[in-house]
């Protein structure tokens, strides 16, 4: 059972572009969403990550937009950039344990 | 250097033969854990340790056994390999932040054991 469904699987944006990759919780008990950039024979690495008590994070071109009663979140990366392209998970945890539950992952391709 | 540090980086091994994938971390964390990686699937968590006499099963634990030799090494064996374990294998690392509700737990991950089970 996933308890973290992201989508879409791949992306293709043009450079410049906004994409944007959605991700949707079941449990409310979840309190600390990360999102992971991981390049190709490399391992993951935190982005950015936000708590359920506010409804936005940026960080540079990143920003991360929370909606806790709709329980999903989303990544959106301005001003696009070739060395963008990378696969992203979303991720949530909870309680002091902090394990993390991962979606599935997107695939974003940024063209020149 | 790197600070978690995965070996070997690529195996490729036969059903049935028992294999073992190190890592070692230089970050001080007391915590380590081991996923894998699938198409689609994302990351799922195998085992967990909080330090050398705490470990815990993941979600998808059946058919891996770990050790935790020291706080800075953390082993994962699969004792009979099956083709279905046919992964990218990542150990990662956090540092204990306490209780605090909104403290947060990045992991540093190591750069990844592909294994092939034939």
């Known amino acids: 059972q996933q308890q973290v469904k992201q989508s879409p699987q791949s992306l293709i944006v043009q450079k410049g572009g906004i994409p944007i990759i959605n991700c949707a919780y079941e449990n409310t008990a979840f309190d600390y969403f990360p999102w992971y950039q991981q390049f190709p024979g490399k391992g993951p690495a935190l982005l950015i990550a936000i708590r359920p008590d506010v409804s936005e994070k940026k960080e540079g071109r990143f920003t991360i937009s929370f909606n806790k009663s709709a329980k999903q979140f989303s990544l959106h990366i301005m001003d696009s950039q070739p060395g963008d392209s990378a696969t992203y998970f979303c991720a949530a945890s909870r309680g002091s344990a902090r394990q993390l539950t991962f979606g599935s992952g997107t695939q974003l391709t940024v063209l020149p | 250097d790197a600070d978690v540090t995965q070996t070997p980086r690529n195996r490729i091994t036969k059903t049935g033969k028992r294999i073992m994938l190190e890592c070692s971390q230089t970050k001080g964390h007391d915590r380590m854990y081991w996923y894998r990686q699938d198409p689609g699937l994302g990351l799922r968590l195998i085992y967990y340790s909080f330090d050398v006499k705490d470990i815990n099963k993941g979600e998808i634990s059946d058919g891996y056994s770990v050790s935790r030799q020291a706080q800075a090494k953390f082993s994962l064996s699969l004792e009979s390999a099956i083709p279905n374990q046919t992964a990218l294998y990542f150990c990662?690392?956090?540092?204990?932040?306490?209780?605090?509700?909104?403290?947060?737990?990045?992991?540093?991950f190591g750069p990844g054991t592909r294994l092939t089970v034939l």
């Open positions: 990662a690392t956090s540092a204990n932040y306490g209780t605090v509700p909104w403290s947060y737990n990045e992991q540093f």
